[in-house]
């Protein structure tokens, strides 16, 4: 249903004069493929883009021409009721849809791993979760550049700095970044805001050179492949993008931080990238989504942080503090 025209919106960079656009409100429901739970799925995702508040996820879509708000918040009979505030709400809710994840059934991967000896307590416990994806895939880019040898919640704060310098405002949010976002910056100006040098090369180089959204029409090898081939990228990197911005299940996080501490606490021995490939190998075309499962350990079904916390999302470090150094992802 649409309704509330006139609707004020924000679309500035940084700095910039306020812009007043008229809009609309649509107010609709989705069905998700069950189950599903938005607790799950957007806990620890907040960024300068979104936030989860209260039970309601708060998020910035579209551009700066067509900026829009959504608010979401799950019902108890487990549907979403969404309101979209924008000029064109009806293609902002297409994204959302992806973001949410909203549409995908990943049934099959419950059935087949809930007896699994790593996974299966997770995936019983865990039911739920589906991965909270970006709007853009130079979004995806960015969160796998700032996320490369750092902890997780460094890696977040760094995103948060980068985006608030360079993406266009929107009411108290920042508009999901695009390729035009950094291609204007130069490296250096990234790194007086906290990013390293060799990031902010492969950042500015990236999104001057290469269209990521085109990547949305390529499978998911050749996707990977693309991505690893660009200096300063690796698997890690190739994982994070296909995940969260193209949306794939089938490329793992290999060489995450996270997973190598699963692993070391496996077997009991210091673990490398190598190792967290071979824990990744048996999920097959699944290898993603497992990932996100094995990440999530620490939490309840309620969404609420467990005792026996594993670690976030995150990169491997450069150094560990015993044991060779891992590759570069």
């Not at 865990?126 to 919640?153: D, E, F, N, W, Y």
């Not at 760094?158 to 108290?172: K, N, Q, T, Y």
């Not at 190598?274 to 094995?294: F, I, K, Q």
Request: glycine share 10%; aromatic share 6%; charged share 25%.
């Amino acid at each position: 249903m649409l309704v509330a025209p006139g609707l004020k919106l924000a679309g500035n960079r940084q700095g910039g004069p306020q812009v007043h656009t008229p809009g609309v409100a649509l107010e609709t429901t989705i069905v998700p493929r069950r189950p599903y739970s938005l607790a799950l799925s957007a806990r620890m995702k907040s960024d300068a883009t979104r936030y989860f508040r209260h039970g309601v996820l708060t998020l910035a879509l579209g551009n700066e021409s067509e900026p829009a708000v959504g608010r979401v918040a799950q019902a108890p009979d487990g549907s979403l009721s969404v309101r979209i505030e924008g000029r064109r709400p009806r293609e902002a809710l297409e994204t959302l849809r992806f973001v949410l994840a909203a549409d995908d059934d990943h049934a099959p991967f419950l059935e087949r791993f809930r007896d699994d000896p790593v996974l299966g307590s997770r995936v019983r416990r865990l039911a739920g979760l589906r991965p909270l994806r970006v709007a853009t895939v130079s979004h995806a880019l960015l969160k796998a550049v700032c996320g490369q040898l750092i902890q997780s919640r460094a890696a977040r704060l760094l995103e948060g700095r980068l985006l608030r310098l360079a993406a266009p405002a929107h009411e108290d949010l920042r508009l999901p970044p695009d390729r035009r976002t950094f291609a204007g910056y130069a490296p250096a100006e990234l790194v007086r805001h906290g990013l390293a040098a060799r990031k902010a090369g492969v950042l500015v180089r990236i999104s001057r050179e290469w269209d990521l959204e085109r990547l949305r029409d390529v499978p998911s090898d050749a996707a990977a492949q693309r991505i690893e081939r660009e200096r300063g990228l690796g698997p890690w990197s190739a994982g994070m993008i296909c995940l969260y911005g193209l949306g794939r299940f089938d490329r793992g996080l290999v060489g995450d931080l996270g997973l190598i501490k699963l692993c070391s606490s496996l077997r009991g021995r210091w673990a490398d990238v190598d190792d967290t490939r071979e824990l990744l190998a048996p999920y097959e075309e699944w290898s993603g989504l497992a990932s996100l499962y094995l990440l999530s350990g620490g939490f309840s079904s309620s969404g609420r942080r467990r005792v026996d916390s594993s670690s976030g999302i995150a990169g491997p470090r450069r150094h560990t503090p015993r044991g060779p150094r891992r590759r570069m992802r």
